[in-house]
């Protein structure tokens, strides 16, 4: 496969691969380029597809085992060496296995630590709350230093790898389990770390989603304009750390009516993210997250789990539709505003 | 090469020295982790007296030895021993543990200069420094990597992953020091959760293993030199040690952990210190 440092092959190959395969393959693409890098794996080689590295990169790559604490320590060493550690486990052992080596010795030194998070929220559905993610961009968004990044799909995940170069300090970039269905078309749409991509533009109401509900909040948009003549602005906030706290004022002065979707429990991810930015600007709206509620999920397949939880499309236009009847009280200078 | 007279007799002066020396920070900062410094000294004066290779004026030199303190919560003898060699103005001692000050309990590697990994929760350090020997290699460099753990710091499981790899990756950069002090905030290792058989342990888990008398500069010197030699494995080096050692009123007893001293006691602390001599 050619693997140009362009990445113009994803338009072709994107809607074969899944999240971790087309990380697999850009990292290697960036070890090529970067002499520093190296490969961290803790038994999931395969299943995270940083093997695609390893295997290019044998002496560049290190597996340790079932033993994320130590693996997220000694990536803390690597860096310290000057090197730029990427390293992959499923995202509920890097957030709260590892949490405090993670914290610790990644976060609190500031170093070059790219964390490559898979499996987040319920892509593993059929494995169980022991394998979902509902709760590591709760738990990672409190440290200090970090910058946390959701990809919406396959382009936006080759998008996040490669720019996560170019940030000094740790990253955390979640990705699903595989099959996240495409948004983008090429990587050319311009994607900025810290600044929210607008999908659609709209005056009624903002779905301001992350990682792969971003598809699902696109199609609920459409759906809604076509049928009810609904103008839905979506955003895909793709990093939730540093939040595009300027787009999210722009929605809700533009719009007043605001919904977050994320695939993680509604404590402390985007909702909480986007809640504590409208809470400080002290304008009225109608405002709901979408997200799992306080509870374990059960084993399903994650289509399933979603829809259950109403974070796909049919949930997501349900609870448009409740928003849109919300009443919430204007503040005198609103007129001014809009 | 053995210790000449010379050498071991600027060694235990040092040692001294930086003892005392302990005891005053601990006496200016309202209270530091005095029994686990002291237990550690004569192994520290020794790497940064003899055997790093390191430059005090270029701190982030790429091609230093590096030093990783595991029991981060020695960092209080830890500052002592880098202001003496030159890190820093000793000055800054006094204000270890103030808000401002960039010496606290725990050092900070950000902050302090000539530390080169931030540490204090325990069972961090030696994968930390795992990463740093793995790195020489990546690197094709020449440093090494000396890591000093607690034996309380022990019961960690983490310890054991990084022990694990280490021994996988065949780190033969990589020597550890276990300052095996006996005693732990609660009492004896022994009691509180038993470590031995520690030396058969870390065998099992693959280190060239030494038993050696903490503080006895000779023997440490020989099991240093042994260990920089080695080939093919990391190498632990099983210092047997004691918790306040110098300080005959600290000597063994684990209140000493953590604590503070008064004018009276400090005097005390050095005139046993140096009662040694």
Redesign the interface.
Known sequence: METASTLTWTIYDADKMTQREIYGIVLTDLGKQHPEI?GLSADLAKSTKIGTFGDAYP??F?N??I?E??M????????????T?FVSTMSAFASMRAC??VR??IC???LNVKIIATHGGMSFGSGGATHHANEDLSIIRAFPNLTVICPADTIETAMAVKKCMEITGPVYIRIGRGFEPRIYESEDYGFEVGKAHELRSGTDLTILATGNTVFHAVQAADIMQERDGLSVRVLNMHTLKPLDEEAVIQALLDTRRLLTVEDHSVIGGLGSAVADVIAASGKGCAFNKLGIPDTFCPHGNPEDLMHLYKIDTDGIIEKVGELMQRDFEEDEDWEDEV | MPLTDQEFAELTERAASIRCQIADVTGWSGGAHIGGSLSMTDIITLLYWKYLRIDPARPDWEDRDRFVLSKGHGGVGHAVVLAERGYFDREALRSFNETDSMLGMHLDSNKVPGCDASTGSMGHGLSQAVGMALGARVLKKEWRVFCIIGDGESNEGSIWEAAMSAAHYKLDNLIVFQDRNHLMIDGPTEDVMSLEPLADKWRAFGFETREVNGHDLHALSEAIEFAIDHKGSPVMLLCDTIKGKGVEFMEGKPEWHYGGLNADQIAKAKASIRSED
């Open positions: 190296v002496d560049r290190f340790f085992g033993a604490q130590n997220f320590g000694a990536a803390a060493g690597l860096a310290k060496a000057g090197l550690p405090e080596f610790t010795d609190y030194q500031n």
